[in-house]
């Protein structure tokens, strides 16, 4: 099947922006709804985003699983993230599955997220942290920059809305990818993140 026979799918969320969002962290692209144990960001139970998330924030990565240990709790979730500040959304607006997995290295991005546009809306946020290698690519691309080391920064500027103002330095950050398929321990991967988080002064 040629790609132009493939399904364009388009991001099903809306981006999750908090108020005084200090920091936008950005997958690649959601795995397909039939592998969400929720309707949110980061939704295959296996990933280790919210395991990381429950283990630096809150002293247990089953910390934001529901009672089920199934399916994790969205409203916990979203009031954890308002009050770390931490905003989230993919660097792929539309994309085809070439394989039909989840897996970044089958995916062909149709259309990357319009990054400044979406920083424009968080006045407040000077940093961006990529959870993967595909993704660490798309912003390379859209900004400009060459790829960070894993748990290191670049920085890039950021044209201000109003052309008479000066841009913005954005840093870069690149983490370990959170999927499972990713062979790195969820305490080493939480090891990236904290120094990141601590740098931004939300741990």
């Known amino acids: 099947m040629e790609n132009k026979e493939l399904e364009i799918e388009s991001h099903p969320w809306q981006p999750f922006i908090p108020d005084g969002a200090k920091v936008l962290i950005m997958g690649t692209f959601p795995p397909q709804a039939k592998r969400w144990s929720m309707d949110f960001y980061y939704p295959n139970r296996t990933n280790d985003f919210w395991k990381i998330c429950g283990l630096l924030f809150l002293g247990d990565k089953d910390a934001l699983l529901c009672d089920d240990r199934k399916t994790y709790d969205i409203d916990k979730i979203r009031s954890l993230m308002t009050e770390k500040r931490i905003a989230l959304n993919d660097t792929v607006r539309k994309a085809r599955r070439l394989k039909g997995n989840a897996s970044d290295k089958f995916l062909e991005v149709i259309e990357p997220v319009p990054l400044f546009g979406l920083l424009s809306e968080m006045p407040g946020c000077h940093a961006v942290a990529t959870t993967g290698e595909k993704a660490a690519g798309i912003v390379a691309a859209l900004t400009g920059t060459e790829i960070p080391r894993m748990g290191e920064m670049t920085l890039a500027a950021v044209p201000p ?28 991967k939480a090891e990236y993140y904290a120094t990141l988080f601590r740098h931004l002064g939300i741990l």
């Open 161 to 188: 809305p109003d052309a008479s103002e000066s841009p913005v330095q954005l840093e870069i950050w690149r983490m370990p990818s959170t999927s499972r398929a990713y062979p790195l321990a969820v305490e080493r």
